[in-house]
């Protein structure tokens, strides 16, 4: 007769989802500590214990788990990234860039979308529930109830191109401000005497700097303040707003959209209305993102120093993660760059 297979009954039970360090010491024949002495680098274990242990793990499918050591070092290594509107290339590339450099760094991402039309005071009380080692939001701390609860967090907190002053949240952010002033002046210096504004949404703080800075801009220069029409950051409403401009009769020689998609949408709109681009109206974006520099658009632009901004933000987790909780209020930002093109290519007369 053939030799019968003794099963252990409780070796792996059938409703046990995972392997347990309990199942891999009774499979190998060591202490539960051996196995996890054997999973933690740098750890004292003999080499025959390490081979033991190691191949009963591969038998078993067994990983090990984090949330022990979690619950031991107090750190989870794990950051979330709070982010909306992907629809834009810009922070569709600074995830890219921040998933990377956070992995090189011995990091783990928690990637939170938001919907549109939300804020990143809507997900706060999620967050708070996980063990995360830091936040990185691209959205806007709008109340003053969401500043406080990440306050009782006591982890690190950045705020990504939206400054914020508060002393548990740092930021680091574009000078949106300075760089509309900068296309002001660049638009005045090719012969712009009229001019119009595209916004994002109106409670967007970038949209609000943006906005402010090109009418700084403009009043420095002595000239009037833009007609403005409102959009909400993408292709279409730029288009929708331009096509309003238009109907309404506003007199414009020059117009500056809250980001590139806008601009896009605004291009499609004059051309579609027999509007010379630049010579009857100058265009212009912000973010650079690739389809400007498109032969279809080559439109004038300003570029954010992403990377700079990116590798600024981990500069300050891994200060702020190597210190016992405490307000470190720093706030960065950086300049942005003009990328001059065809969109605004008008030399003015004499």
Not at 167 to 185: P, Q
Not at 208 to 223: K, N, Y
Not at 274 to 297: K, L, T
Not at 318 to 325: E, K, L, Q
């Amino acid at each position: 007769m053939g030799q019968k297979l003794e099963i252990e009954p409780d070796r792996m039970k059938p409703d046990k989802k995972y392997a347990s360090s309990t199942d891999v010491a009774r499979l190998a024949g060591v202490s539960q500590s051996a196995v996890s002495r054997t999973f933690r680098p740098g750890a004292s274990v003999s080499a025959e214990t390490r081979r033991k242990v190691l191949a009963a793990a591969a038998e078993l499918g067994y990983t090990p788990s984090l949330i022990p050591r979690i619950m031991l070092t107090q750190r989870s290594h794990l950051v979330a990234i709070v982010f909306g509107g992907l629809y834009n290339p810009f922070y569709s590339s600074v995830l890219e860039l921040f998933t990377a450099r956070l992995q090189e760094e011995g990091w783990q991402v928690l990637l939170v979308h938001v919907d549109s039309g939300h804020s990143f005071d809507d997900v706060v009380p999620k967050l708070s529930s996980y063990r995360v080692d830091a936040i990185v939001s691209a959205l806007a701390l709008l109340s003053a109830e969401a500043v406080a609860l990440l306050e009782s967090l006591r982890i690190p907190v950045i705020s990504f191109n939206t400054p914020v002053r508060n002393a548990w949240i740092s930021s680091v952010s574009c000078d949106n401000f300075g760089a509309a002033e900068l296309m002001a002046r660049h638009m005045h210096e090719r012969g712009a005497r009229r001019f119009a504004y595209v916004s994002g949404p109106v409670n967007s703080p970038a949209n609000i700097d943006r906005r402010q800075g090109f009418e700084a801009g403009l009043r420095a220069l002595g000239l009037p303040m833009p007609v403005v029409a409102e959009g909400d950051f993408r292709y279409e409403s730029g288009r929708a707003a331009t096509e309003r401009l238009l109907s309404e009769g506003a007199d414009f020689d020059a117009l500056f959209c809250a980001n590139d998609l806008l601009a896009l949408g605004a291009l499609d709109a004059l051309r579609a209305h027999g509007r010379s681009v630049p010579q009857d109206v100058m265009v212009a974006g912000f973010d650079d993102i690739p389809a400007a520099s498109w032969g279809a658009y080559e439109l004038t632009t300003l570029v954010h120093d992403g990377e700079r901004m990116v590798d600024t933000s981990i500069s300050i987790l891994h200060a702020a993660t190597n210190m016992p909780p405490d307000p470190h209020d720093m706030s960065v930002t950086v300049p942005a760059r003009l990328i001059a093109r065809r969109t605004t290519d008008r030399r003015p007369a004499g």
